[in-house]
């Protein structure tokens, strides 16, 4: 099974990713995860991608796009993977689908309202890093960490309008693949509005049963 999971910012795509997986028993590969493995191996590639951040620009696509074609030929993917983090542009899903079939693209969405919600609640711990949320985890003292009694504070990005800055970027960037992916009749839509409040199972279970589906 080959599967490219989207999602916005706060919308929890890490932690379903994380379980389907599990289930799935296939391999959860992040763009991040290969640039970090190609620049600390110092590969050509990582060379190539480390000048491009060390000069605070932007890694051109065919870079990347080689480091994900090299990893997706490795012997562990050989059983299926979740993609997370690529394609993120119509080029990239271009090169992506002369290199590897893919099965299904999962878009996970929920309403602006609801992520700008529960990003702008979440305070972490300046000493020991611990995250909570004003609403969810709350702090048994409000501005206290429960772990280490380091003091909490919001980081400036889950703000509310640096919040709907990251989701409008996003939007722009994402919505060309969404309609490429839906032409090919590979998008699956799951929208979580009515689950942020409800237990990770329950929405484990929708998702498990969205790919069953297919």
């Known amino acids: ?3 490219i999971a989207l ?4 919308v929890g795509k890490g932690t379903y990713a994380t379980e389907i997986v599990k289930r799935y028993n296939i391999l959860h590969i992040s763009t991040g995860q290969i640039f970090r493995d190609n620049i600390k191996a ?15 620009k932007l890694v051109p696509d065919e870079v990347t ?8 030929k490795q012997e562990d993917c050989k059983n299926g993977f979740l993609l997370d983090g690529f394609p993120r542009t119509i080029p990239q899903a271009n090169a992506l689908a002369t290199f590897s079939d893919i099965d299904m ?17 979440r305070r972490i711990c300046r000493k020991c890093g611990t995250t909570f949320h004003i609403v969810n985890i709350k702090t048994k003292i409000e501005g206290v960490c429960d772990v280490c009694g380091g003091e909490t504070y919001q980081r ?6 640096s919040i709907k800055e990251r989701l409008k ?3 722009q960037q994402t919505s060309p693949l969404i309609g490429y992916y839906q032409e ?5 839509e799951i929208t979580i509005n009515e689950d942020f409040g409800a237990s990770k199972e329950s929405i484990m279970a929708r998702i498990f049963n969205l790919i069953d589906a297919n």
């Open 65 to 72: 796009i080689e480091m994900v074609k090299d990893r997706l």
């Open 105 to 121: 693209v999962i878009n996970f969405k929920a309403d602006h309202e609801i992520i700008i919600q529960r990003l702008s609640g």
């Open 184 to 188: 090919k009749g590979l998008l699956r």
């Open 1 to 3: 099974m080959k599967i």
């Open 169 to 171: 970027v996003y939007e």
């Open 7 to 10: 999602g916005s910012p706060g």
């Open 156 to 161: 400036d990005d889950d703000k509310p309008e």
């Open 42 to 56: 110092a590969t050509d590639l990582g060379k190539k991608a480390k000048s491009y951040i060390d000069a605070g």
